[in-house]
């Protein structure tokens, strides 16, 4: 139990990290004051598409988790439940809104630092990229493990099968959170993203894209709340089901309690060494930024595979070997889900010329 408070060391952290790296893309130069005005523009509309979201999902989510009460205390389980579902739908999204506030700041940012460097404009663009990252790993571990060691403290659960059945509500808030804001912000995205082509391009003759077209900026807001509210919730949902779902199996094959704190480990420990990961990614002048990018991802990858070994190994007696295996595996499956998706679709590969050659015929 005492081993927790590191991993919620590791939560608060990543918070920490994120506010400072936040502060130092604050500190950068905006550019132009047509970069400013059109940043600001941008980050107002977005703000304002936000706030109307959440508006309604906070009645949402108030109605759901009265139910959820509600159906606990009939079925004769505990109505934390529903608290544990509050908890994953704030989380949620305030991971979203944390990131899309810094991805805004960063946009023009990111802009001026090209028109002198490409490596300067990786940086303040990758650094804005980490901030929505270590947001959604922080507060995805924070709530988790904080839901954990406050219904044990208390000794609110007669047993732990019924505390992990009552923090499962936290993926379901999670979860609702994220569908909402990633279906609605997609959806805004695409209605702006076609009326700026048909209005702008047919009937004004306004080139795409063109800062003059109301809708161009409407475009660009829906960017910044799909792509990166809506999609952060959405990683804050598989975050958290990840790990909440790891928890509930290890109950259920072991039914002993290191088995159920294992994934709350590995993920403070991950919490750690991806905050190495992003000190590996530089970019020298003329470089690649993907191979920049590759360095910290591989890295990061390589020193977590020992530590996971570690912690598997020192926490649980039966099945060490086996459950390294699995985490492995899966780390595997997602570098390379990467590497392919890379390959059909970066710049300069077999598959990507491929398609430039069939198009000069059409």
């Known amino acids: ?49 936000l706030k109307a979201e959440y508006r309604v999902l906070a009645i949402f989510v108030v109605i759901v988790a009265c139910l959820l009460a509600f159906a606990a205390n009939n079925q004769g389980d505990s109505w934390l439940v529903s608290i544990s579902f509050l908890s994953g739908a704030i989380t949620s999204g305030l991971a979203g809104f944390l990131g899309m506030r810094v991805a805004t700041k960063a946009n023009n940012r990111t802009t001026n630092a090209a028109q002198t460097s490409l490596a300067k404009a990786l940086n303040v663009a990758f650094t804005g990229g980490s901030v929505m990252g270590l947001s959604v790993v922080g507060l995805g571990v924070l ?32 979860s ?25 391009k047919v009937e004004a003759g306004i080139p795409e894209d063109h800062p003059l077209n109301p809708a161009t900026i409407a475009d660009n807001v829906g960017d910044n709340v799909g792509d990166v509210a809506g999609m952060g919730a959405d990683l804050f949902e598989s975050y958290v089901g990840a790990i909440i779902g790891s928890m509930v199996l290890g109950w259920a094959i072991f039914g002993e309690l ?45 020193i977590m595979v020992m530590v996971m070994y570690f912690i598997i190994t020192n926490t649980v007696d039966t099945n060490a070997m086996g459950i390294f295996y699995a985490t492995l595996i899966g780390l595997a499956a997602g570098l390379g889900i990467g590497l392919i998706t890379e390959y059909y679709t970066g710049t300069g590969t077999k598959p990507v010329k491929s398609v430039v050659d069939q198009s000069i015929t059409g």
Request: net charge negative; proline share 2%; hydrophobic share 45%.
């Open 1 to 49: 139990m005492d081993n927790l408070y590191y991993v919620l060391g590791a939560g608060v952290l990543a918070m920490v990290y994120a506010f400072w790296k936040t502060s130092w893309i604050n500190d950068q130069d905006e550019g132009t004051d047509r970069m400013k005005q059109i940043g600001a523009s941008i980050a107002d509309g977005a703000m304002a598409f």
């Open 143 to 174: 709530g988790v493990t904080g839901l954990y060691v406050i219904y044990n403290y208390f000794e609110l659960f007669p047993d732990s099968q019924k505390l992990i059945q009552a923090i499962t509500g936290f993926s379901l808030g999670a």
């Open 176 to 200: 609702s959170i994220a569908l909402f804001a990633r279906v609605g912000g997609g959806i805004y995205t695409k209605a702006a993203d076609v009326g700026a082509d048909l209005v702008g």
């Open 258 to 302: 290191a088995y159920v704190t294992l994934p709350l480990y590995i993920a403070g420990a991950g919490i750690i060494v991806s905050i190495i990961g992003t000190f590996m990614v530089s970019l020298k002048e003329g470089g690649s930024p993907q191979k920049a990018l590759n360095i910290g991802e591989f890295g990061s990858s390589g």
